[in-house]
């Protein structure tokens, strides 16, 4: 559910690519945990989601994530 929230917040933005995995770490494909690792952000995923990442920043959880959003649109 925070994750569906976060990306309503998130949807018309040029700076942020919505990247969604499996909720079952079973049915990820090599390509999902290869670019979770990349982006230092699979084992945040492991204990919670959305994860925001940005230029290597990583804001964790709906409500930081909407922080972030609120912070830097004013």
Same mark, same amino acid.
């Given at each position: 559910?925070?994750?569906?929230?976060?990306?309503e917040l998130l949807?018309? #933005? !040029?700076d942020?690519d919505i990247?969604?995995?499996?909720? *079952?770490?079973?049915?990820? #494909?090599?390509? *999902?945990?290869s $670019?979770?690792?990349?982006h !230092?952000? $699979?084992? !945040? @995923?492991? #204990?919670t989601a959305?994860?925001?990442? @940005?230029d290597?920043?990583?804001?964790i959880?709906?409500? #930081?994530i909407r922080?972030?959003l609120q912070d830097t649109?004013k």
């Amino acid at each position: 559910m925070k994750c569906q929230e976060a990306k309503e917040l998130l949807t018309g #933005r !040029d700076d942020v690519d919505i990247v969604t995995f499996p909720h *079952d770490l079973n049915k990820w #494909r090599e390509e *999902d945990l290869s $670019f979770a690792k990349s982006h !230092d952000v $699979f084992e !945040d @995923l492991q #204990r919670t989601a959305p994860v925001l990442w @940005l230029d290597g920043e990583k804001k964790i959880g709906y409500l #930081r994530i909407r922080k972030w959003l609120q912070d830097t649109t004013k």
